[in-house]
Nanobody, 117 residues
Framework: QVQLVESGGGLVQPGGSLTLSCAAS????????IRWYRQAPGKEPEFVAI????????NYVDFAKGRFTASRDNAKNTTFLQMNSLKPEDTAVYYC??????????WGQGTQVTVSS
């Protein structure tokens, strides 16, 4: 059974940090690139970051550059999104997506991040 389970969301003050985790099971995690998306209330989903495989190269949308860091641990079938200097506009549900052409496209259930004082 394929699963992507996000965790690590919560309430944080502006300027604070959170690390989101996304644990994978039921498929060959190391074969898949991982993307992070977010969706704020009343807005369309937006791309945040990608970490590829096997190189682990990363790329970020402009608002995430310098503040967010995506990483992965293939031995633990887990990917992470470290988020620093959080702003109220970062409030959203964050999703991880595992995608490999010809193999599959899987989504987690999302984790809520709320940045508020």
């Amino acid at each position: 059974q394929v699963q992507l389970v996000e965790s690590g969301g919560g309430l944080v003050q502006p300027g604070g940090s959170l690390t989101l985790s996304c644990a994978a099971s039921g498929f060959t995690f190391s074969r898949y690139s991982i993307r992070w998306y977010r969706q704020a209330p009343g807005k369309e989903p937006e791309f945040v970051a990608i970490i590829t495989t096997p190189s682990g190269a990363t790329n970020y949308v402009d608002f995430a550059k310098g503040r967010f860091t995506a990483s992965r641990d293939n031995a633990k079938n887990t990917t992470f999104l470290q988020m620093n200097s959080l702003k109220p506009e970062d409030t959203a549900v964050y999703y991880c997506n595992a995608r490999a052409t010809g193999y599959g496209d899987y989504w987690g259930q999302g984790t809520q991040v709320t940045v508020s004082s």
